[in-house]
């Protein structure tokens, strides 16, 4: 019997070219990767996804057919190269969107919140639904976010429309611990990511770990990318104004702001 693709803990967007697969590396040497054939289901919004060869686990990592997973999303591969595969929005022309760096600073992120002021260093894209169409199956998944990057549908730095969430956000709303790591890599040395950035309530992602109790968005935002833990919404509120008093995160965030 077959399985939906979301029982997997680990799901992987790849090409399957066979049970064996060699990769290049950067002096030319080869290697090769044991591919095993896995009878799971792909299944996109309760219909099963029909695949041209069956997917593959490589590493614990499940693979599947780029084109038919795209079609099902709702997007198509426009070109493969020997270096990249084009993909875009299937009922779209192919696009790229970029967010030019501007020369004006970021605002003081110690003050009071201010709608009208700018957030960060990048223009930002905004996108409607954004929260939305970041899920399959009602869940944010991070094939459908390299998808819609790739499509040039979003950037990293896009915001929602109706509640100036960014990508962040919805992440640590959604407590999906595996989506952080493959989304920072995603951006890898551009730093694109404005880890404080404020939604249409002054709200940072550091306020939704504390409101979502997350511990482990906490921590990554405090000592990994050491965020602005001062910042006010628009209720006057920073992040440890959410924090139970005495509890662990209460405690956390203290002990930060008092080693700033």
Do not use: C
């Not at 064996?20 to 044991?34: F, H, M, P, S």
């Not at 219909?47 to 057919?65: F, G, Q, R, T």
């Not at 989304?183 to 040395?189: F, P």
């Amino acid at each position: 019997m077959k399985k939906k693709w979301t029982t997997v803990p680990s799901f992987v967007l790849g090409a399957v070219v066979g049970t064996a697969l060699t990769a290049g590396t950067a002096v030319g040497a080869a290697y090769y990767l044991k591919a095993v054939p896995s009878e799971i289901a792909v299944v996109v919004d309760n219909e099963e996804v029909k695949l041209s060869a069956p997917p593959v686990v490589i590493d614990n990592k499940l693979y599947v057919p780029v084109r038919e997973y795209s079609n099902a999303l709702g997007y198509r591969v426009s070109s493969v190269q020997s270096d990249q595969i084009g993909i875009v929005k299937e009922e779209g022309p192919e696009s790229s969107v970029s967010a030019p760096a501007s020369d004006s600073p970021p605002p003081s992120s110690s003050s009071s919140y201010s709608p009208s002021a700018p957030s960060s260093l990048f223009e930002r894209q905004i996108v409607s639904d954004l929260g939305d169409r970041l899920k399959v199956n009602g869940e944010i998944i991070i094939e459908k976010i390299f998808l819609m990057v790739a499509a040039g549908e979003i950037t990293l730095v896009s915001k929602d429309e109706a509640t100036g969430n960014g990508l962040l956000h919805y992440i640590i709303m959604s407590e999906n611990e595996s989506l952080y790591e493959p989304v920072v890599n995603l951006d890898g040395q551009a730093g694109n990511l404005d880890y404080n950035l404020r939604n249409l309530e002054g709200q940072t992602p550091l306020h939704m770990a504390v409101i979502h109790q997350s511990d482990f968005y906490l921590d990554k935002l405090l000592n990994v990318h050491q965020v602005d833990a001062t910042i006010k919404d628009a209720h006057g509120k920073t992040p440890l104004d959410y924090a139970d008093k005495g509890s662990a995160i209460y405690e956390k965030l203290e002990k930060y702001l008092t080693s700033r």
